[in-house]
């Protein structure tokens, strides 16, 4: 764990003066203030630290994955504001959400500046370096994941009180949802970096693997782990009826009579309810079977990485990778 904070912190400076430069031309006020809000607020900047490693490890310079890191981080925070708005969540990353200060209409005026000022900071790679042909390739990459992400979102609202969800159809949504974006930073930063197609291909799956172990993992946390590491009660997923992988595998192998009650208990939206919610899952090998699926992704985007040399930068991807399981929140 140490390790990899090491790594993140190796990189936060180059990927703040990026995100300061980017958004210091926004106006008026409000707009900016509420533009720069959540990327002040923090966060670890898993996904930009992706995009500047897979660069490197490929043989690249790490700087000229630099603008690119930042406009995957710009996205990243643009989906958060509007996560809250539609989740009508008031806190983000332990400060009040964008919409909760400034109303709904700026926070999407917020989110969409960021949007758009992502692929404003990846065409201006060319002022530092790579060829044009990397730079259209890399847009590509973050552009199809932005119509994945959006595409992620619905399923999952469209996911919301039905019960018959197959897991081919949850793993699909949050592979849109969460794992896109991750999977965009480490081709694009691959591509910057001048990876052969090959290596561009195991560094995307890579993404891929790891984006759906972490939120596999976050599925799992939500039950397992204590209120005072989450943050927030545990079994809130339970609490808000969400269909994550181990609600998916129980429905699908429980009898009858647990179907029926872990359906009536996702419906009541009951705190008091979820240890028996949990018993259920347990009763069927849905959480064992939830952290092996996480376990296998990892273990899998580990070995795509044999492709590279190596180097610092591949000791850092597979650290990372680690780190998505070892993680408490």
């Known amino acids: 764990m140490t390790a990899v904070l090491k790594i993140l912190e190796k990189y936060a400076e180059s990927i703040n003066h990026e995100l300061e430069e980017t958004l210091s031309t926004i106006s008026p006020p409000r707009l900016h203030e509420s533009s720069n809000h959540l990327i002040k607020a923090g966060g670890k900047k898993i996904r930009p630290v992706l995009a500047i490693l897979s660069c490197d490890a490929v043989g690249g310079k790490p700087e000229n994955a630099f603008k690119t890191a930042a406009a995957i981080e710009l996205i990243h925070t643009f989906s958060l504001i509007h996560d809250d708005i539609m989740d009508k969540d008031d806190m983000r990353r332990g400060k009040s959400s964008v919409h909760f200060i400034w109303g709904e209409p700026m926070a999407i005026l ?30 590509d990459a973050v ?116 179907k029926e009650k872990l359906i009536s ?21 849905s959480l064992e079977y939830t952290h092996q699926v996480a376990l296998d992704n990892v273990r899998k ?24 399981l070892e993680r408490k929140i």
């Open 301 to 324: 985007a580990k070995q795509l990485l044999d492709i590279l040399e190596d180097s610092e930068a591949k000791k850092a991807l597979l650290l990372l990778a680690d780190f998505v």
């Open 110 to 139: 917020a989110g969409d500046t960021l949007f758009s000022k992502a692929f404003e900071s990846i065409v201006k790679t060319q002022l530092d370096s790579g060829s044009p042909e990397q730079i259209i390739k890399a847009l």
């Open 265 to 285: 208990i996702l419906q009541e939206n009951n705190l008091g309810r979820v240890g028996e919610a949990i018993t259920i899952f347990e009763k069927y090998g």
């Open 143 to 258: 552009a199809d994941s932005c119509v994945k992400i959006c595409e992620g979102q619905a399923c999952d609202m469209e996911f919301e009180g039905n019960f018959m969800v197959s897991e081919a159809e949850y793993m699909n949504m949050i592979y849109k949802k969460t794992a896109a974006l991750i999977a965009a930073a480490t081709k694009a930063g691959a591509i910057l970096g001048g990876a052969n197609p090959s290596q561009v291909d195991a560094m995307e799956e890579y993404g891929k693997l790891i984006g759906l172990a972490f939120q596999i993992q976050d599925d799992y946390l939500d039950v397992v782990s204590d209120e005072s590491a989450l943050g927030k009660p545990v079994g809130s997923d339970i609490v808000e009826g969400k269909m994550t992988l181990m609600v998916v595998k129980t429905l699908e192998n429980a009898s009858k009579e647990d």
